[in-house]
C-alpha cells in the first residue's frame, strides 16, 4: 500500500516557539495532502486541506497564521505551528490522497506527531 | 452540516468472538473508508467501498457499502487480541470532497 511518512514522530517545545512538521508521500504524487488535529479518546478534526503549488484552504475556525502550511512539491506538505502555547499540544496527523482505478480516492496517514508545548 | 454516526461507541468482546460495528450518514455518500488507529499512531486503511452494495473482504475483515448509500458496516471475524484499536469509517460525498469522520468504535479483546 500507500506510504505516508511524517516526522517527527514526537516533539516538546517551549512555549513561543515554533515547531515544523513534515510529511511525505514516498511513493505516490499526493496534488492533496490533509492536516488533523486530534485530542485524546476523540476523531479526527480536519484543519486544512493543502493544495500543492496553491495557498492551502484552512477549516473555519484555524487560524492560519498560526498553522503555517506548505505543500511546495507533490511529495511534501508541511505544518509550522507558529509561537506554540501549551494549549497546541496535541496529536496531528497528516494524509495523502491518491487516486486508484475506477476513479475511487483513497487516503492514506502518517503516523501522526505528539505536540507537547511545556 | 454532514453528520456520521458511528456505532458502537466501544465493545468489549472475547479473543475469537465476532464483531460488528455500523456507521450512518445523513446524506448519500460514494465512497466508504474503513481504518484502524492503534495509540499513538495514524490511522490505517483497513478497506475501502465505492459502490452501493459492495462488500469487501480483507483478511478476516469483511465491509459493505449500504445500498441506500448512507450507511456501511465493518466486521471482524474470530477475533484475536492485536485487533485491540480504534476502528474509524469515513465518508465521503463526492469525488474530491472532504472525508468525514465517525466518532470511532474502541474496541478492546479479553485473551
Known amino acids: 500500500g500507500a506510504v505516508v511518512s511524517q516526522h517527527p514522530s514526537r516533539v516538546i517545545c517551549k512555549s513561543g516557539t515554533s515547531v515544523k512538521i513534515e510529511c511525505r508521500s514516498l511513493?505516490?504524487?499526493?496534488?492533496?495532502m490533509f492536516w488533523y488535529r486530534q485530542f485524546p479518546k476523540q476523531s479526527l478534526m480536519l484543519m486544512a486541506t493543502s493544495n500543492e503549488g496553491s495557498k492551502a484552504t484552512y477549516e473555519q475556525g484555524v487560524e492560519k497564521d498560526k498553522f503555517l502550511i506548505n505543500h511546495a512539491s507533490l511529495t511534501l506538505s508541511t505544518l509550522t505551528v507558529t509561537s506554540a502555547h501549551p494549549e497546541d499540544s496535541s496529536f496531528y496527523i497528516c494524509?495523502?490522497?491518491?487516486?486508484?482505478?475506477?476513479?475511487?480516492?483513497?487516503?492514506?496517514f502518517g503516523s501522526g506527531t505528539q505536540l507537547s508545548v511545556l | 452540516g454532514q453528520q456520521l454516526n458511528q456505532s458502537p461507541q466501544s465493545m468489549f468482546i472475547q479473543e475469537g468472538e465476532d464483531v460488528s460495528m455500523n456507521c450512518t450518514s445523513s446524506s448519500i455518500f460514494n465512497t466508504w473508508l474503513w481504518y484502524k488507529q492503534d495509540p499513538g499512531e495514524g490511522p490505517v486503511l483497513l478497506i475501502a467501498l465505492y459502490k452501493a452494495g459492495e462488500l469487501t473482504s480483507n483478511g478476516r475483515l469483511t465491509a459493505q457499502f449500504g445500498i441506500t448509500r448512507k450507511d456501511s458496516f465493518l466486521n471482524i471475524s474470530a477475533s484475536i487480541p492485536s485487533d485491540v484499536g480504534i476502528y474509524f469509517c469515513a465518508g465521503r460525498e463526492t469525488s474530491g470532497s472532504r472525508l468525514t469522520f465517525g466518532e470511532g468504535t474502541q474496541l478492546t479483546v479479553n485473551p
Open positions: 511513493d505516490f504524487q499526493a496534488t492533496t
Open positions: 494524509s495523502a490522497s491518491r487516486h486508484v482505478g475506477g476513479g475511487g480516492e483513497k487516503l492514506f
